[in-house]
């Protein structure tokens, strides 16, 4: 079965000991505990991949494509949404259902937050659901294959 891949960027894995006002109090590890049970439960298959590096997940987006393994993919770039065309452009060589996500509504913060670079090259952008985010997305992106 093809795969559902969920890219994270710089700071996640800190989730659940960073800002929890802002992130809650959720680890990275819960998150994905959270999307494989609803992964099961629906019918698909995911990977979770965490990088501090730009251009690890540039490497990982290209690998994603040029694969064979994967179906659609779901992105939290966190701060390099807003500061890397490098990331943008590998995304927009990717053909699959793409969904960006942020866990917090990155509208209603500083104004730095709210140019995504990302945005452009997705099908569908969704942020302010906290954690829930990532079950809501994968449930989203079911929705797009079966259309
Ligand atoms: C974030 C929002 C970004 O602005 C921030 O840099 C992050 C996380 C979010 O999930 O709300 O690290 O992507």
Known sequence: MKKILFINGPNLNMLGKRQVEIYGSYSLQDIEAQCLD?????GLDIEFFQSNSEGEIVDKIQNMYLS????GLIINAAAY????????????????????????NIYKRENFRRKS??????????????????VLALQAIKNMLKE
């Open 38 to 42: 609803l992964a099961k439960k629906i």
């Open 117 to 134: 670079f990302v945005s452009a090259v997705v099908d569908a952008s969704m942020c302010g659901f906290g954690a829930e985010g990532y």
């Open 68 to 71: 064979n393994n994967y179906a």
């Open 81 to 104: 949404t807003h500061t890397s065309i490098a990331i943008a452009d590998a995304l927009a060589m990717v053909g699959m259902p793409k969904i960006e996500l942020h866990i917090s």
